[in-house]
């Protein structure tokens, strides 16, 4: 026998999936309902994993967004609810490693700062040495690594703006840091 709130966490994943395909068949209605029932369900999600509300505030949009945006890949004989989780919290990990990578490149601008003329110096022989590193890569790894690393874009973003598939992006950028690592280190893997 199943629990009240099991019973209920069932009914509305059944609403919830019949919403989502009424709105895939152009129901607007529909899709507004959906959207207002789902979206505790994607703070609370964006919240646990970001801590921050602003941030947590901005990846319910990015999920609402790409939830707009890949609707149609949505398949109405799965449930819904996980679907729809696992986009809120891909947006809020997406979120999360964006904004580490921002503070960390704060930090290395504040160490950077403090680095005396012997320090500058190492560091424009280290920058010199990886646009050449990165020079001498093939077009598609240099264009994967320019996308998906140095811009931050999505896999899906940066497959649209290439032209490749996503795994070739993945193989192309993954070709792209071992031969980087290979090259600014000597050889050694």
Do not use: N
Not at 6 to 11: G, I, K, S, W
Not at 64 to 77: E, G, I, N, S
């Amino acid at each position: 026998m199943l629990a009240p709130g099991q019973v209920a966490r069932d009914a509305r994943d059944l609403r919830w999936s019949a919403l989502m395909a009424a709105a895939q068949e152009g129901d607007g209605a529909a899709y507004a309902t959906l959207l207002a029932e789902c979206l505790p369900l994607l703070r609370a999600i964006c919240r646990a994993r970001l801590r921050d509300a602003t941030e947590a505030e901005d990846a319910v949009q990015d999920t609402l967004l790409t939830l707009h945006r890949v609707r149609h890949t949505y398949d109405p004989a799965r449930p819904f609810r996980p679907w729809v989780a696992a986009l809120a919290e891909r947006r809020a990990l997406d979120r999360a490693r964006r904004r580490g990578r921002q503070v960390a490149r704060e930090t290395l601008l504040d160490d950077a700062a403090e680095l005396g003329a012997e320090g500058e110096a190492e560091e424009r022989l280290a920058a010199r040495q990886l646009r050449e590193a990165v020079g001498g890569l093939p077009a598609s790894q240099r264009t994967a690594l320019q996308l998906t690393k140095i811009e931050q874009l999505s896999l899906q973003e940066a497959s649209a703006r290439s032209g490749m598939s996503i795994g070739a992006l993945k193989v192309a950028t993954h070709r792209a840091l071992h031969s980087l690592r290979r090259r600014l280190t000597g050889g050694a893997p």
